[in-house]
């Protein structure tokens, strides 16, 4: 039997995390959801995804302060992160900069991939194959 790499999609809206679920699953990925910060988080832990996929505008900020938690995690931070929003990346990363107000949250870096919602399905398949290539989780 093949090993299905692992993507963990966090996002707020039911429907998105459906529809991500649906689209990778279709494509021979195994998927984990989850609705929030604290629930990703522990997924990430327990799973050890090959990819996560992070709504960045989710209540109260917590897809940055995810995206943070994991980058500086030593056991989380090599998971590739593909960001997905419905703000520009270039408005993203001002915002990022602004928020990030210790010195050691400066190296958390871009992400893999910021994509904007709506998503394109193809570019979005695209983006998780290069990300996971090579990857053995």
């Known amino acids: 039997m093949q090993h299905r790499m692992k993507v963990l999609i966090v ?4 429907d998105m995390r459906t529809y991500l679920c649906n689209l990778l699953g279709g494509c021979g990925y195994d998927t984990i959801d989850a609705p929030n910060r ?36 030593p056991k989380l931070r090599k998971i590739p992160v593909i960001m997905v929003s419905s703000i520009a990346q270039k408005t993203f990363r001002q915002y990022q900069k602004t928020y990030c107000t210790q ?11 910021y994509l904007k919602k709506p998503l394109n399905a193809d570019e979005l398949i695209g983006w998780v194959q290069a990300l ?3 990857s053995s989780a």
């Open 11 to 14: 996002d707020d809206e039911p």
């Open 132 to 134: 996971t290539a090579g």
């Open 103 to 113: 010195p050691s949250e400066e190296g958390t870096g871009p992400p893999g991939a």
């Open 38 to 73: 604290q629930d990703g988080l522990r997924k990430a832990k327990a799973e050890k995804p090959a990819l996560i996929i992070l709504d960045v505008t989710m209540p109260r900020e917590e897809g940055i302060q995810l995206y943070r938690e994991l980058k500086q995690s």
